[in-house]
């Protein structure tokens, strides 16, 4: 079993930072690509950042120049740091990883469990 332990989530006023760590461990083989989505009440699941297995980076255009994603992979863990939050980046963050249990097994796709953020106005 693969497990997802996200950290690093609350409440935070706008304008303030926060970083969010998610560490997997658990009978991971190799990890492909990491993802940072969100989930607003009310709205459906998005994507926010997502950084591949050679480091390259892609972000939602709402928080382009606000949110950078990085990867440790002696770890298996992935990071969203957050600066200049908006309380429109209030939401259940939830990481994501593309994975496999072993060498012949294929990749498939691993949740944390969700953290809170709450920016306040």
């Known amino acids: 079993q693969v497990q997802l332990v996200e950290s690093g989530g609350g409440l935070v006023q706008a304008g303030g930072s926060l970083r969010l760590s998610c560490a997997a461990s658990?009978?991971?083989?190799?990890?492909?690509?990491m993802y940072w989505y969100r989930q607003a009440p009310g709205k459906q699941r998005e994507l926010v950042a997502v950084?591949?297995?050679?480091?390259?980076?892609n972000y939602a255009d709402s928080v382009k120049g606000r949110f950078a994603i990085s990867r440790d992979n002696a770890k298996n863990t992935v990071y969203l740091q957050m600066i200049s939050l908006k309380p429109e980046d209030t939401a259940v963050y939830y990481c994501?990883?593309?994975?496999?249990?072993?060498?012949?097994?294929?990749?498939?796709?691993?949740w944390g469990q969700g953290t809170q953020i709450t920016v306040s106005s």
């Open positions: 994501s990883v593309l994975g496999q249990e072993s060498r012949t097994s294929y990749y498939k796709m691993y």
């Open positions: 658990g009978s991971i083989f190799s990890i492909n690509s």
């Open positions: 950084i591949s297995s050679n480091g390259n980076t």
